[in-house]
């Protein structure tokens, strides 16, 4: 397949970093890194080990407060410790020469100038490399840790996150690319003409800028976006440049798919510049019977109590109290849960799963699609989707960390290389230029 140019599409890899692997019991595998998301030199090498790999970039996801743990089970999981996701993907930058550097920062518990200077900062630093994934944070309990304890309606939250990124996309146009001048004779450091002030003043934010840091080398970061309700959805279609999604079949995926790309077209955009990403949590190995014996030994290492608090998280609904074994019950419609959760109950009660059997499915990458197999399997499955519009590329959540990670490199990469379907080297410096995005042009470059 081709891209209108004439260049062959390829898949566009991100690997997910989290802690010790995606799945719950990846810290209890005994190949497994357990506080590797704490430990900045383990972090690197899973860096390394992902730009060996070729992959687009790495990206950490980011909540606002611990709390969705119950005090019981929150010591039997690795989830209380981490790394502030900004701080990490600095001190990747400096022992990493290629990989796109991606987190997420709130647009509901964030300031716009803080996020706008964060990110062009790390694009700085980084050589263009950052992008920024805009979430609304479907987590009630950050509320808790920022003072109102309120937490915005889900309408609200969209409305501000579209005006929140209207003003960091303004704050990142502050200075003209070539504005700086450096000109010792003629005393000026920068070009006055190239300085432009925001002066935004709208429904949720009034923020004079300009920015401190000056343009970022991709012209603007790059904005990744992860909701899945109409909002979601319509958010990213006007805004966003990657989705990152978690479909549950190919069937959704491509509605998905078909669904964003069409917000795009209606917001005047050009549909190729939205790339679609949903989760893939891999399990490869040599031989199909090895990769499903792997993720079975480690489906086998969940403590039920961790299980069933998972399910329950993920819910909003606490469901200890519940035959292990039987069915999810009846839930009340008010609970404010992400569309991707509804989702995963219409599937479980349309397959008649047990809730041991949906926390085994939730366990391996926390909601996303799993592929477990060889890695001619597991490329068949990325071609069939990458082919038939589904995505332009995949999340990749490990479910152990280094070990999956290492198997992915080392065995399904080459395979996907072996179909022409993945780059066999970088191409282009920036993360804009590897994804193949334009590079923004400054609202003020008309006037
Ligand atoms: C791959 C992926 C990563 C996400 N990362 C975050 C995150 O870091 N923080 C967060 O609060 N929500 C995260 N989300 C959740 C979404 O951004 C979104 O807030 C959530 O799905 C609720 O919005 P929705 O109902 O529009 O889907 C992520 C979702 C996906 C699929």
């Known amino acids: 397949m081709t891209t209108g140019g004439g260049a062959r599409r390829t898949i566009k890899l991100g690997l997910m970093y989290h802690q010790a ?6 810290w209890l595998h005994p190949q497994s890194w357990p506080d590797c998301g704490i430990d900045l030199e383990k972090t690197i090498q899973i860096a390394r080990m992902a730009e060996e790999g070729l992959f687009d970039l790495i990206f950490e996801a980011d909540t606002l407060s611990g709390e969705r743990y119950t005090p019981q089970t929150l010591p039997m999981t690795a989830q209380a410790m981490r790394i502030d996701p900004m701080t990490l993907l600095t001190a990747l930058s400096a022992v990493t020469e290629q990989i796109g550097l991606v987190c997420t920062a709130s647009t509901t518990y964030d300031q716009c100038y803080h996020v706008a200077r964060r990110f062009a900062s790390l694009d700085l630093v980084s050589g263009g490399r950052s992008g920024w994934n805009v979430v609304t944070s479907w987590n009630t ?6 003072s109102t304890g309120v937490h915005l309606e889900k309408d609200v939250r969209y409305r501000r996150a579209r005006e929140f990124v209207e003003v960091v996309r303004g704050l990142w146009d502050s200075w003209d690319e070539g504005s700086k001048l450096i000109d010792r004779q003629a005393c000026k450091f920068y070009d006055p003409d190239g300085l432009h002030v925001l002066n935004h003043e709208g429904e949720f934010f009034k923020v004079r800028g300009p920015l401190t840091t000056y343009r970022s080398p991709q012209g603007q970061p790059v904005v990744f ?3 899945a309700s109409d909002d979601g959805k319509q958010l990213a279609g006007e805004t966003a440049e990657v989705i990152f999604t978690a479909q549950q079949s190919i069937v959704e995926a491509r509605a998905f798919y078909a669904d964003v790309k069409r917000r795009a077209v209606e917001a005047g955009r050009d549909p190729a510049h939205l790339l679609v990403m ?18 079975q030994a480690l489906q086998d290492r969940i403590v039920p109590e961790v299980g069933v608090m998972l399910l329950s998280r993920y819910l909003v609904w606490d469901l200890s109290s519940y035959d292990i074994d039987g069915p ?3 839930l009340p419609d008010n609970r404010n849960i992400p569309s991707r959760v509804t989702l995963l109950v219409d599937t479980a009660r ?3 799963l047990s809730i041991r059997q949906v926390y085994q499915r939730i366990a391996g990458g926390r909601g996303h699609y799993q592929v477990v197999g060889s890695h001619r399997d597991v490329a068949d499955t990325m071609q069939e989707w990458f082919e038939t519009g589904a995505a332009d590329g995949f999340n990749v ?6 070990v999956s990670l290492r198997e992915i490199v080392d065995l399904l990469i080459p395979e996907l290389q072996r179909r022409g379907l993945f780059r066999r080297a970088y191409e282009g410096k920036t993360l804009r230029e590897k994804l193949g995005l334009p590079r923004p042009i ?3 470059a008309a006037r």
């Open 350 to 352: 349309r397959e008649g």
């Open 225 to 227: 976006q992860a909701g």
């Open 278 to 295: 949903p989760g893939f949590g891999v399990m490869v190995a040599k031989s199909r019977w090895e990769a499903e014996d792997a993720y």
């Open 141 to 146: 309990t950050e509320a808790r840790n920022f």
């Open 328 to 330: 999810i019950p009846e």
């Open 397 to 402: 959540l490990p479910p152990v960390f280094p």
């Open 21 to 26: 692997g995606h799945h719950i019991a990846s």
């Open 442 to 444: 400054s609202r003020y």
